[in-house]
């Protein structure tokens, strides 16, 4: 399947309901992507991702390239094949986490030069290094190697980032066209970001780069890195305005499930956070009625199912008391249950973000969710 | 449904074909009972005992007493209901756990006194206590409380051991009968457990002071604790050679794959060990050419299935390279797929053993497989 973007609805908010078709099957949007980051989403098998509904992964190319290497998983037929997931699959460029995991990073215009997190081994990450280890991946989406800067940051340094941010993005689209044939998967996309820190014009003016670019699709990154939510959600917004309406729009590391109609709102069509998986691990479990720390000694007896509204395997199986017991004991099946659960929740989440922008309803619903979580929160 | 064991067919070697009833579900024996230490299988969802074929497994009774604790067991309807499992469970007395793990341990002919490995908190544990505890926890079958030894040890010690545990044997008996009412499984079974020791002659005259106390079933304990093979294989003879044939025989705590058949030989019925569950974890796989250890760089590379001569669901999706960039990656997903396959791979083996019992030809299974195996190591 060729790469290809359709917009089948636009609610009164904004939001878009579409269909995005990779050459690893189509993805319904607004679509939530859970995070795979070494080739695996943690504690979850790949039968379990497609029990779920899951249409899209995300890959981190800094992990994998590090371990097992890009060059191996070439040679096993790209990252698909290596992790036997026939659906699709979109990796980031492997800047965000030299940014936050690595040792003694020293940013150049012509890339990234780093320590691994794991042996301390020097590596130098260019926009084209970058493209090269996403096509021997093969994803069905690579990202553009961005500048990721922290939060606060001075708007000459936002300025700055945002102009090697484009220059890079140039750099990627180029060695992707030339080098189209070395992917693992054909038709592999690539997605440009916005960048521009916490300033609406260079948002927008970072915005109007990238799609002198003409990328099949434009990410927003750099975002809920610390700021309130509402900047969030304006910064996200003024970028997705400059951007083209007929292309998917990925919000990149969102968010709370409570958020995520807000960011559709914005004309945001993908989006991924660890924040389902990761607060899995830690006893965090979304629920209909707010966020539930499962190692609390309320749980201990409590026979009733982890969310009373939720039809995931884990809610129709087991009880509160027999989960806190498992994160007690530090149990391998916690992690799997509880992951089972919170990513169920965020695509149940998103599969009603999409029903009521199909009836045009999405700020009724936002509303709602609203009301009912902030009720809910102890 | 009424505990009940009907032995279908024996083989030239002993070896028998039953079918053992319990009040949640039938099994066929000769059975492997994976260990779900803490009310939970290592790494399996009790989905996926079920879709394995799962129809009895063991729960250790000192950790769950320890953690949540019986009588939380109790109120939350029992271990099947707690854990969500619907099939059949028997519970160890806790006394094997008491002897390896805890600190402090003091045995008098009242029972044992020890310290938790988890808190340094003391307990004192009884033959009534460890029924008291197994009726709370409702297992299908409960053990009675035996006193374990270490080997080698002399014939004074392994007589005066297999003297106590009959003792116990005789309070547990009595204690489950006058309590009955009180386990939250209606019609659970007591097992004796034979003693004895490395001494033939002891390990009969064990065996027969629990005929004496007539229980529905017996175990043979205290074997496979660093005796050769043919030992453990010559001792379990002994003590069967004593049971009645109408009732079935665990022995307990075995045993590598290749050696499953020879002590099905033995006239054994039930299994029941951690190696295929632990062994996992560490990276070791059980195949039908031997042991592989998943870590080994020769793997890396390695687009094979585990094991071609295996249907498991890892087996039928995963290659070598995935398996051990998971484990090398310390990834939840590595637990996961390595205990799957490993637990498949012991209960095909009983399936083979079963047919090969309803065949007559039990000893050339055997030494096939004894032979498959050996070429196969490394």
New interface residues.
């Given amino acids: 399947m060729e790469f290809s973007f359709q917009v089948l609805k636009t609610d009164p908010t904004g939001a878009r309901l579409g269909r995005l078709t990779t050459p690893h099957g189509v993805i319904d949007t607004p679509a939530f992507m859970p995070v795979g980051t070494?080739?695996?989403v943690?504690?979850?098998?790949?039968?379990a991702l497609a029990d779920l509904g899951v249409q899209i992964l995300l890959g981190n190319t800094y992990?994998l390239y590090l371990?097992?290497g890009h060059e191996?998983i070439r040679?096993?037929?790209g990252l698909h094949r290596?992790?036997?997931w026939p659906g699709a699959i979109l990796t980031d460029s492997g800047g965000y986490q030299v940014f936050s995991l690595s040792d003694l990073r020293k940013v150049t215009d012509e890339g990234v030069r780093f320590r691994s997190h794991l042996d301390g081994s020097e590596h130098f990450l260019t926009p084209e290094k970058s493209l090269e280890v996403q096509q021997a991946l093969g994803s069905d989406i690579a990202m553009v190697l961005d500048e990721c800067i922290e939060y606060p940051a001075e708007r000459g340094r936002a300025a700055e980032a945002a102009r090697r941010t484009a220059d890079w993005a140039r750099r990627c689209r180029d060695y992707a066209r030339e080098r189209e044939d070395a992917s693992t998967t054909p038709g592999q996309a690539l997605f440009g970001i916005v960048q521009g820190g916490a300033y609406a014009d260079l948002r927008r003016e970072s915005a109007r780069r990238l799609v002198e670019l003409d990328f099949p699709g434009y990410a927003i990154g750099g975002l809920a890195v610390g700021e309130p939510h509402e900047m969030t959600c304006e910064l996200a917004a003024a970028a997705a305005a400059e951007l083209p309406a007929a292309r998917p729009r990925y919000l990149m590391g969102v968010g709370l499930p409570e958020q995520l109609s807000d960011y559709v709102a914005c004309g945001v069509d993908m989006m991924d956070c660890v924040l389902p998986t990761r607060n899995a691990r830690n006893g965090c479990l979304f629920t209909s009625a707010g966020r539930i720390s499962i190692k609390n000694a309320r749980y201990?007896?409590d026979?009733r199912p982890l969310d009373e509204n939720c039809s995931c395997?884990v809610c129709r199986?087991?009880?509160r008391?027999?989960l806190?017991?498992?994160y007690?004991?530090n149990?391998?099946?916690a992690?799997?249950?509880n992951t089972h659960h919170n990513v169920h929740f965020y695509l149940d989440t998103m599969r009603k973000i999409r029903q009521a922008i199909a009836f045009g309803e999405l700020a009724g619903f936002s509303a709602e969710l609203q009301a009912r979580l902030e009720a809910g929160h102890p």
């Fill in positions: 070494a080739g695996t943690k504690g979850l098998t790949q039968e992990h371990r097992p191996l040679n096993m037929g290596f992790m036997s201990a007896a026979s395997m199986n087991y009880s008391a027999y806190r017991h498992l007690m004991a149990e391998v099946l992690a799997i249950l």
